[in-house]
């Protein structure tokens, strides 16, 4: 069975400091990993993915994450906030059980506001 | 633009209606996902089609729910009987490998 822990529900950050969010998965095989985001009344939209290639992974929007297998996480870091990141966000582990299946299992979310 | 899209975007229905919702994938990908997300709360897994052959349902999806996908294009999921614990957003995706791309969910309101 997979499933993930994001770390703290909130999150306060000034504009220009560091955002980091972080998420610890439990997986009985070798996972995919993921960062969302969602904007308000909106869908999600993926940041950055793991799939077993280079364990630093950049994404959109200056977001980046490192798999860190011995610790069995995957936290979500970007140098400087913008305003703009304020939104919520989502750790995801999906399972390679089969070719077919790659449903994802969500963390419950870590909503980010940025202080002028 | 040529995104994940759902139909309606949100929905007010009474108890013991039923309330079919509507989403269209990626043309091109052929599998497709349903999730539930309550407020608060991350997305929950409900199931998946590979093009028209629905291939896991969760336990979270009661005898109340069905989904279909003709023809593996556009997929509904029907509510049937609705209950105020039904309330939550109603996302879909679509994905050909290990990515999925979601829509801007349908949110269902029962009174």
């Known amino acids: 069975a997979q499933s993930v822990t994001q770390l703290g529900s909130h999150v306060s950050v000034s504009e220009g400091a560091l955002v980091l969010l972080r998420c610890n998965y439990s997986s009985s095989v070798p996972p995919y990993l993921f960062w969302y985001v969602q904007y308000p009344n909106q869908g999600l939209q993926l940041l950055l993915k793991?799939?077993?290639?280079?364990?630093l992974v950049k994404g959109i929007n200056g977001f980046e994450a490192e798999f860190k297998k011995s610790e069995t996480s995957f936290h979500l870091t970007k140098p400087s906030a913008h305003m703009s990141d304020a939104a919520e966000y989502f750790c995801a582990v999906s399972e390679r059980r089969s070719s077919n299946d790659y449903k994802l299992s969500f963390g419950a979310g870590t909503t980010v506001t940025v202080r002028a | 633009d040529t995104g994940v899209s759902q139909d309606p975007r949100h929905k007010i229905t009474k108890r013991g209606q039923n309330v079919t919702f509507r989403c269209d994938p990626i043309s091109e990908h052929n599998r497709l996902y349903w999730y539930r997300q309550t407020l608060g709360q991350g997305p929950e897994f409900l199931t998946y089609?590979?093009?028209?052959?629905?291939?896991?349902k969760s336990r979270l999806l009661s005898d109340r729910f069905s989904a279909e996908r003709p023809k593996g294009s556009f997929s509904t999921l029907e509510i049937q009987r609705t209950e105020q614990g039904d309330s939550a957003m109603y996302l879909c995706a679509s994905g050909t490998g290990n990515e999925q791309y979601f829509g801007p969910g349908t949110r269902l309101t029962v009174t």
């Open positions: 089609f590979q093009n028209e052959a629905q291939l896991e």
């Open positions: 793991y799939t077993s290639a280079a364990t």
